[in-house]
């Protein structure tokens, strides 16, 4: 049985199963990864795969998109300046419904970007010093731990949200 198997289903399980996971520094994030949501009860669970979320792409630490879709045409990054992160966690239950995200995700590649929005930094976060992505243009943090080697949780700690949004990243 393997880590992932028993996953917690509450923010306070989530915590304590984040804190039992090894730091990550940042050159174990380089790549691509695939990403997957952690439902432990915050508002943004399901919100980021109801709209094509695929994962996030590391080609170096000042070179990340954070926010990689993929859709007929294929892969493509978001600029997440554009996304209404706020709006969108206080009322995910209704993004999530499909008239509104049928909406949504054709709108996205309008959105998208060949830039990078973030950076991989090395941030003390609940006492460890661990890869931290940093978004360029919101109160964003994304902390990662690493479960095994290829695969993280992160934990999204964003201005306003008193409890971090949980989520994997499995290596591809």
């Not at 691509?32 to 980021?48: A, C, F, K, S, V």
């Not at 509104?100 to 609940?126: D, F, G, N």
């Amino acid at each position: 049985m393997s880590a992932i198997d028993n996953l917690p289903t509450t923010t306070a399980g989530a915590l304590a199963f984040f804190d039992e996971c090894a730091a990550t520094s940042t050159e174990e994030m380089l790549g691509n990864w695939r990403g997957t949501g952690m439902h432990t009860g915050h508002p943004m669970d399901g919100l980021l795969e109801a709209t094509g979320w695929h994962g996030k792409r590391f080609d170096s630490v000042d070179d990340v998109f954070p926010l990689i879709f993929k859709d007929r045409g294929g892969f493509f990054s978001v600029n997440p300046a554009f996304l209404p992160l706020k709006l969108a966690s206080k009322t995910s239950h209704d993004f999530r419904q499909g008239p509104i995200v049928q909406k949504a995700r054709p709108m996205l590649r309008a959105l998208s970007t060949s830039r990078p929005k973030a950076r991989l930094r090395t941030v003390e976060y609940r006492g460890v010093e661990t890869a931290t992505m940093i978004y360029d243009a919101l109160p964003i943090n994304d902390h990662f731990r690493t479960i095994d080697a290829n695969t993280r949780i992160g934990a999204m700690d964003f201005r306003g949200s008193e409890e971090p949004f949980f989520f994997l990243l499995h290596r591809e």
